[in-house]
């Protein structure tokens, strides 16, 4: 009896077994049985908008690597994070904060492209006119007590190293320095609606998008102002999950990477708003991963 059950047993943990494998191959592939290279994109932008930015990229993909690739659209940060984890997407374009979550939680996770402004990202604060607030090389001490908001919880740009620099310059909590707790507006573009419309005094956002939106036609910089500029940091990074070696082979990711790099400069503009795209490896984010830790975004 003890031989029959431990048969069924073995027979059991095989079917298994043998389901979880073939669940983790159904998430990878195609219904043609192809293995699907699939990547995914923090939201720091409307989301119809990132679709239209980066199905272009999935077909560049596709072309130069000889393998299916789709773009699979992210619900937040945190989900971004999920997928990668979970292997339903392979690749990531991530904020800083994200890719360094990622690549603790996933071993082997790897840092292989950035833009080639990334080594030299930061965030602005931004204030409205009525503030009376403007422009200063030293941190502005005088936003305390205004309304204050982030963007969304898991942006670097938009609230790790915005956070870092109060804590850093004011020896406070934002929370305590401000008088009041600070709004998270989800996206860059939201934070800046948020000031320019005067709904909220103060904002901490990511300066290609303001500068992206000073640009334009009908943007008043002066009812929406900078008035102070952080010091530079590592940010966004394309992140590989290792087994992109096990679905399409050993030295694939290098492959990848090369794809990356390689990207037609007009394509790194109207995807990424990046000038081109350079290496990156998971040292560079050595700080970020610090100031994570610090604020345990990452325990």
Not at 65 to 74: H, M
Not at 261 to 289: H, Q, W, Y
């Amino acid at each position: 009896m003890a031989d029959l059950m431990t048969t069924r047993r073995t027979i059991l943990l095989g079917v298994a077994a043998v389901a979880v494998t073939l669940s983790s191959c159904s998430k990878s592939t195609n219904s043609s049985g192809d293995a699907v290279l699939k990547f995914t994109a923090i939201p720091d932008h409307d989301a119809v908008a990132l679709k239209a930015k980066y199905d272009p990229v999935a077909e560049y993909l596709t072309k130069t690597l000889g393998v299916p690739c789709e773009y699979v659209p992210s619900t937040d940060y945190d989900a971004s994070v999920r997928m990668f984890e979970n292997g339903d997407v392979h690749i990531a374009w991530f904020g800083g904060l994200t890719g360094v979550q990622a690549m603790h939680n996933v071993e082997g996770a790897r840092a292989i492209a950035q833009g080639k402004e990334d080594p030299y990202f930061m965030s602005y604060f931004i204030a409205h006119q009525s503030t009376g607030l403007t422009a200063s090389d030293a941190f502005p001490m005088e936003m305390a007590g205004k309304s204050f908001t982030f963007g969304s919880n898991k942006s670097t740009s938009g609230r790790l190293m915005p956070e870092f620099f109060i804590r850093e310059n004011t020896g406070k909590s934002p929370e305590a320095f401000f008088g009041s707790k600070p709004g998270f507006s989800g996206a860059h573009d939201a934070t800046i609606e948020l000031v320019a419309s005067g709904q909220v005094q103060v904002g901490a956002v990511n300066f290609k998008t303001y500068d992206k939106w000073a640009a334009k036609e009908g943007s008043d910089t002066d009812v929406c102002r900078v008035i102070w500029k952080t010091p530079t940091y590592y940010d966004y990074n394309f992140t590989a999950h290792p087994d992109l070696e096990t679905l399409f082979g050993e030295g694939f990711i290098d492959k990848l990477q090369k794809a990356l790099v390689d990207m037609d400069d007009s394509l790194a503009k109207s995807a990424f708003d990046r000038e081109t795209l350079i290496e990156a490896k998971n040292e560079d984010f050595a700080k970020i991963e610090g100031v994570a830790r610090d604020l345990e975004f990452i325990r």
